[in-house]
């Protein structure tokens, strides 16, 4: 068990029994606790380091949060379900990526922004404010990326790209570590129901399963979903 607030020091703390008994550790209680102030906001933004570091550390083999049934309007703020149903922290928990290297999307079907198979250590998820869907990627900026895989066909493709950014910027796409080129993504505000849908044509040029990558020239991005479309 551990309740640091400090992710990288409970991660360092399970890696310690790792390279005393050189084996797996289980984590099998974690929150931010003890002289933890943050509020709901900052158990979520601990929640989202936790799960990042976890799901990247190969010596972690089980994790569970502490706990289910919790508050949200008092400290600790932890609690996944509240009054019959997923708090928003509960639906981070259940629904943030698992890094699956070996999931591979479709194409014609949209695909939530949350499950990314990488990603930059600053990425952060929420309860997406969209119409649809559980998360949404929240504040992205020029320093971040995050990639997916997916069966893509060649030629021209429409990719349906879901967002809210407070001003115009261009989304920068590329396959496989290849450029596709930047395209433009026009402000739709910052309000929790300002979302816009691009759709960006796209000339794939060869048939198969594609790390595609997005990352920006700049701005407060938010991600809820996408399909590329043939």
């Given at each position: 068990h551990s309740y640091m607030e400090a992710a990288s020091a409970t991660i360092n703390f399970g890696n310690e029994f790792t390279t005393k008994y050189n084996k797996k550790y289980w984590?099998?209680?974690?929150?931010?606790?003890?002289?933890?102030?943050?509020g709901y906001d900052g158990q979520q933004r601990f929640m989202n380091d936790m799960l990042y570091k976890l799901e990247k550390d190969d010596?972690?083999?089980?994790?569970?949060?502490f706990k289910f049934d919790g508050g949200i309007?008092?400290?600790?703020?932890?609690?996944?379900y509240f009054k019959r149903a997923l708090t928003e922290i509960g639906k981070l928990y259940m629904y943030y990526s698992t890094f699956d290297q070996n999931v591979v999307y479709p194409s014609n079907k949209w695909i939530p922004a949350e499950h990314f198979r990488n990603a930059s250590e600053k990425i952060k998820c929420y309860?997406?404010?969209?119409?649809?869907?559980?998360?949404?990627?929240?504040?992205?900026?020029?320093?971040d990326f995050v990639e997916?895989?997916?069966?893509?066909?060649?030629?021209e493709n429409i990719l349906h790209f879901r967002y809210q950014v407070n001003r115009n910027i261009k989304l920068k796409i590329s396959l496989d570590g290849v450029s596709l080129?930047?395209?433009?993504?026009?402000?739709?505000?910052?309000?929790g129901d300002a979302w816009g849908t691009a759709h960006i044509k796209l000339d794939i040029p060869s048939a198969g399963d594609k790390v595609v990558k997005f990352t920006t020239n700049g701005g407060i991005l938010n991600i809820n979903r996408f399909a590329f479309e043939n």
């Open positions: 984590l099998t209680e974690f929150c931010a606790w003890g002289d933890f102030n943050g010596n972690c083999e089980r994790y569970a949060w309007t008092s400290k600790p703020w932890n609690g996944l309860a997406t404010t969209d119409t649809d869907g559980n998360l949404e990627i929240n504040s992205f900026s020029d320093e997916y895989k997916v069966a893509l066909e060649a030629g080129g930047e395209f433009a993504l026009t402000e739709t505000g910052e309000k």
